[in-house]
């Protein structure tokens, strides 16, 4: 059964809607858009009726909170008004609304409206869908092909990516960037970092495959692989207008080698200037790469690695995130 939010700071608008749209959906009542917002940490609806004037946070603050998070942004929003008044339609079509019912409404308009809109919903999630399905496949092979060139770092992409993935919820658990995080689609943003490495395609493979140290001249070349990465997912957004997806790949690809003091690359940005995306990344890529063999050194241990990040917490690594992986770094497959 489908999942109706009704917000209203009446009573007696809750208890007539809910009365209304009881025997069809399953509906939660709420008196505040403070509430709304609380019960959608642990509740997705499938729509949301929300009343415009309310006191405290009225409708329209309600509707931009909502659409300035991935995870409730596609949330379909019906405003509930006791008036027709044009410029409030305008600036809350604007703000991303999908409809307006005027109180008191007529139950048979309201269920009517809401049957309709949930179909054209559920259509447009299907075919949303599909094309996730096809631009994920198309990109994890681009992944791929990037990684199948790179015969030194072996499985670096799936190992970072499960590193993210148990970084990003233990950081949810401490309440570490939490506010931040809790505007992503999680599972968009872990998916997204595989393509962190992808600028290593304009990398000669003569280097990328060196059996040994490069020399200070090679690792330039290789560094170039940051700006190459953000060029390529640059072109990806510019010809596709995909965003949520491919702006957490342009971030993990832009900034995962930047540096708490300031001194990685390309840009030597300082703190929480780095991006949060580039500063999950720099932990886990760092990890994978210390605890994997390379032609030029032994994998070190578990217990080495997770030493050399503590040790460099607050230089290399954003410190808070750096205390959240020294937490949890037992997660990590061993």
Do not use: C
């Amino acid at each position: 059964m489908q999942t109706i939010f009704v917000v209203d700071d009446q009573d007696l608008n809750l208890v007539e809607a809910k009365r209304v749209l009881e025997p069809h959906y399953r509906v939660r009542t709420m008196a505040s858009a403070d509430k709304m917002l609380a019960l959608l940490d642990r509740v997705t609806p499938d729509l949301i009726l929300l009343d415009i004037e309310m006191p405290g946070m009225d409708g329209f603050a309600a509707i931009k909170r909502l659409k300035e998070r991935d995870q409730t942004a596609g949330i379909p929003v019906m405003f509930l008004t006791a008036s027709k008044d044009v410029e409030s339609e305008a600036r809350g079509l604007e703000y991303g609304a999908i409809d307006f019912v005027t109180k008191p409404f007529s139950p048979a308009v309201l269920l009517n409206r809401i049957a309709h809109h949930l179909h054209i919903e559920e259509l447009l999630r299907k075919r949303t869908l599909r094309l996730e399905r096809l631009l994920f496949s198309i990109l994890a092979v681009v992944g791929d092909m990037v990684e199948s060139r790179d015969k030194v770092t072996g499985g670096h992409i799936e190992k970072t990516s499960l590193y993210i993935k148990i970084l990003i919820e233990a950081m949810l658990e401490k309440g570490v960037y939490a506010e931040e995080i809790n505007r992503w689609d999680i599972d968009t943003a872990v998916f997204s970092a595989r393509l962190h490495d992808v600028g290593k395609v304009a990398v000669p493979d003569v280097i990328l495959n060196k059996p040994g140290r490069l020399t200070p001249e090679e690792f330039e070349q290789i560094k170039k692989h940051v700006p190459e990465g953000e060029q390529i997912i640059g072109r990806i957004i510019a010809k596709t207008g995909e965003e949520s997806f491919m702006n957490h790949a342009l971030l993990f690809a832009g900034y995962h080698h930047e540096r708490w003091d300031g001194l990685g690359y390309a840009r030597g940005l300082k703190g929480e200037a780095i991006p949060l995306q580039g500063r999950i990344m720099a932990i886990a890529d760092v990890y994978d790469a210390l605890v994997s063999e390379r032609p030029y050194k032994r994998p070190f241990t578990h217990e080495q690695a997770v030493d050399i990040i503590r040790k460099n917490s607050g230089t290399h690594f954003d410190p808070h995130i750096a205390e959240v992986f020294l937490g949890i770094a037992g997660r990590f497959p061993q």
